[in-house]
């Protein structure tokens, strides 16, 4: 069953318990503003996210931890662009990543999306039942725990924007 509605009505942290509890396989879009994330959950999991935040992208996330030169990324995009084959695999049959950094990456970006969602005071979700298609790389976020993690990341980050 989907469900819509308005994070005023229906906190994200009642979001994620009512996806957490029942085990459910779908897509949460979630967007505040001109922020936007996506995540996909398979039974307690997170099994993918995305985002329209430019630092949340992969390439600059590998970037920023020295994981992948300018380089080596360049390359790997335009491989991406002709094949569509994902930025990630590109990197991994390149042997310009391995696969461990990069499940790495891959995991706190989940992480890092959750958290940011969590700090949210309003915005709208939309969660539609179903599989992960096209799936090429397999990560396992369990969203219990990131949950608790995030608990105190969000107290932080509202905090922080407080004072800006």
């Known amino acids: 069953m989907s469900i819509r509605g308005s994070l005023r009505t229906m906190s994200i942290q009642d979001v994620f318990g009512w996806i957490n509890n029942r085990r459910l396989v779908g897509y949460l879009s979630v967007e ?50 002709e094949t569509g084959v994902a930025l990630g695999k590109v990197l991994l049959m390149s042997d310009a990543l391995d696969e461990q950094a990069l499940k790495e990456v891959l995991e706190i970006k989940v992480r890092e999306a959750v958290w940011d969602v969590l700090s949210w005071q309003g ?42």
């Open 123 to 164: 915005g709208q979700f939309l969660f539609e039942p179903g599989p992960r298609s096209g799936s090429d790389f397999e990560i396992r976020v369990m969203l219990d725990v990131t949950l608790e993690l995030g608990k105190l990341q969000a107290r932080r980050w509202r905090a922080i924007r407080k004072r800006i």
């Open 32 to 81: 505040c503003g001109d922020s936007a994330h996506s995540f996909h959950f398979e039974e307690g999991a997170i099994t993918y996210s995305s985002s329209n935040l430019p630092g949340e992208q992969l390439g600059q996330l590998l970037m920023s931890r020295d994981l992948v030169g300018e380089q080596e990324l360049a390359e790997a995009f335009s491989v991406h662009a």
